[in-house]
C-alpha cells in the first residue's frame, strides 16, 4: 500500500501578509488608510509605513495613533519605487502587498487576497485588487494592466460598472496601488536597482516589475472579492500635471527598452518620438537630457532583464496584447 502524506490544514487567519504604505505629505489620507487597515478581519497582518520625508506631521501620525504600525521615516522623498524596496526588505511575509496612501481597503480585503494567495498556482505571483473610485464607489479605477500593442500600459476596466469586473481571472499584471507579490517571485526577479527599478521614482514601476516577472515565467491574478476605494491622484496631483507627464514619458521609455521586443520597439517608435518632442517643448533641453540617460541606462539593464527570461517576449506580446481593448 503506497504512503499517504496527510499534510496540516493551515488557518487562513495565521498566515502573515505584509502591507507596505509609502507616505509623502499626506497625513488626512494616511489616517483613514491605515484606520481601515486596523479594521481587517484578517488578523495577522504586518502593516509598514514608509514616510517619505513627510513635513506635515504624517510620522507622528503613525507614531501616536498607530502604534502597531512600523514606521521607517526616510529624511528625504526617495521616490514610490525605493521606498517601496525598503518596505519590502524590512517585511516578513510570504506575500507582500503594496498598499496607495490615499486608499481605503474594505474590512474583508486583506481576508481576501489570503484566499486567493494561498489557491494561487506556484507560478503565480501577483494579485490585484478590485480599486474603485473613492468618490464613485460603483465605478472602476483599476482591475490591473493591460498591455497595449505599443508597450503602452493602461488600467483595466478603468471607467467601468463594478459589475462588469466580478469574475476572478488571469491578468497581465498588477498595478502597485493595490498589489500582492509573493516574496520569491520578487526575490527571482530582483535587479541590481531593487525589486521595483529606483530609477522610476514614480510611475510605470509596476509595469516594469510585472513585465519583467511574466518574463520569468510568473502570472497574475485579479481578485475581485478583495475590494479597496481610492482616492486617484491624490499624492501625485500635488507635483503638477506637467511633472507628471514628463515622468510617465521618460519611464515609459525605460520600461520598453528594458522588456519589449524589437518589433514592439519599432511600434512604439512614432509614439516615443512624438512624446520625446513634447518634452523639448514641455521641459526644454533639461527633460530632454533626462530621457536620453534615461534610455541609456535602461538599455544597459536589458541585458540584465534577457537573464531572466523563460518566456519568449514576442510570445507573450503576442497573447496579452489580444486579451482585450486597452
Not at 85 to 107: F, Q
Not at 121 to 150: H, K, W, Y
Not at 208 to 229: F, I
Request: glycine share 8%; aromatic share 8%; charged share 25%.
Amino acid at each position: 500500500m503506497p504512503l499517504r502524506v496527510v499534510y496540516p490544514t493551515i488557518s487562513l487567519s495565521a498566515v502573515l501578509l505584509s502591507v507596505v504604505i509609502v507616505n509623502w505629505n499626506s497625513r488626512t489620507d494616511l489616517a483613514v488608510c491605515l484606520r481601515s487597515m486596523r479594521a481587517q478581519t484578517h488578523d495577522s497582518l504586518e502593516i509598514i509605513v514608509i514616510d517619505n520625508g513627510s513635513s506635515d506631521g504624517s510620522a507622528q501620525l503613525v507614531k501616536q495613533d498607530f502604534p502597531e504600525v512600523t514606521l521607517i521615516a526616510e529624511a528625504e522623498n526617495l521616490g514610490f519605487a525605493e521606498a517601496c524596496n525598503r518596505g519590502i526588505e524590512a517585511s516578513g511575509g510570504d506575500w507582500v502587498c503594496m498598499l496607495n496612501n490615499d486608499t481605503e481597503a474594505d474590512p474583508d480585503w486583506a481576508r481576501e487576497l489570503v484566499r486567493a494567495a494561498e489557491a494561487a498556482e506556484p507560478s503565480c505571483g501577483m494579485l490585484q485588487s478590485l480599486m474603485l473610485f473613492m468618490d464613485r464607489p460603483g465605478t472602476v479605477n483599476s482591475t490591473g494592466i493591460a498591455l497595449a500593442p505599443d508597450g503602452l500600459g493602461r488600467d483595466r476596466g478603468k471607467g467601468e460598472d463594478r459589475e462588469q469586473r466580478s469574475q476572478e481571472n488571469e491578468i497581465f499584471c498588477p498595478t502597485a496601488g493595490a498589489a500582492a507579490y509573493r516574496r520569491s517571485m520578487l526575490d527571482a526577479t530582483r535587479l541590481q536597482n531593487g525589486y521595483f527599478d529606483s530609477r522610476y521614482f514614480m510611475y510605470y514601476e509596476d509595469l516594469d516589475l510585472g513585465w519583467r516577472a511574466r518574463l520569468n515565467g510568473w502570472t497574475a491574478r485579479y481578485v475581485p472579492s478583495s475590494v479597496v476605494l481610492h482616492r486617484f491622484h491624490g499624492s501625485a496631483d500635488r507635483h503638477g500635471e506637467k511633472w507628471l507627464r514628463r515622468k510617465s514619458r521618460i519611464n515609459r521609455l525605460r520600461t520598453l527598452l528594458k522588456n519589449a521586443s524589437w518589433p514592439m520597439l519599432l511600434r512604439a517608435s512614432p509614439r516615443v518620438f512624438t512624446n520625446s518632442v513634447g518634452l523639448l517643448f514641455s521641459g526644454g533641453p533639461a527633460a530632454i537630457a533626462e530621457l536620453v540617460a534615461a534610455g541609456r541606462g535602461a538599455w544597459r539593464t536589458r541585458g540584465e532583464v534577457r537573464k531572466l527570461h523563460r518566456v519568449p517576449a514576442r510570445e507573450l506580446e503576442r497573447v496579452w496584447t489580444r486579451q482585450e481593448p486597452v
